[in-house]
């Protein structure tokens, strides 16, 4: 499988709550980081309970879109749930055998742009 | 050009304020979009502008990582300014001729992670 599709494995497996595909996709002492948080988990254990656990209620993911090369990729999804629909943002870094290394994960919010910029833009 | 040499120039004629070459990157009927806060920005002449004048001050860009395939890219930058460093991603896709048809923009914060994902995570 390219990343691309290694990725598209991955958001299907974790839409379907299938952990055991999903945790099949990721390599064993893979790195979770997000930023914004400086949240980080290590290692497929752990990293299965984080998103099986951490993320309670009914949602759903929705691929908009995702790019790659040979071991890398990036991917956009839409997260649904009871509260409204948020974009996510991951970069991915597969190893040789194609499992997944490192997640790279924002989750961006909206917000005002300033001021200075409302004549060079249309809002839509 | 590979769509991420593409991209690698683009971030390097910004960082520069090269604007001549910036400009020659991306298509005449190029499309900017900022899900966030909802901006967009149509044609070059406009993003030329918008990149030219909505940013005043002194701000420099770090390229993190770019990601992408034959026609389409995304790329993590660090952006700083006076007021500090933003993460910013970015997701391009380019015509057959390797100019940049459309920029999906993302800009995320930092915030506090939900408490019920304390126990799952490690904080750096």
Redesign the interface.
Known sequence: MSA?EVVAAYWAAADARDWETFGSLVAGDMLY??????????GRA?YL??NA??F?GDWHIEVD?I???ER???S?IRFSDADGTQ?G?C?FELGADGLITRI?D????????PA??AG?????
């Open positions: 691309k980081e997000a930023p914004q948080t400086r949240e980080r988990v290590r752990a309970r984080f656990d951490g309670p879109r790019t790659g090369g890398d990729a990036a956009l974009s943002v970069f790279t924002f989750w961006p919010d909206p917000y005002e742009p200075n910029r060079l833009t249309e809002r839509y």
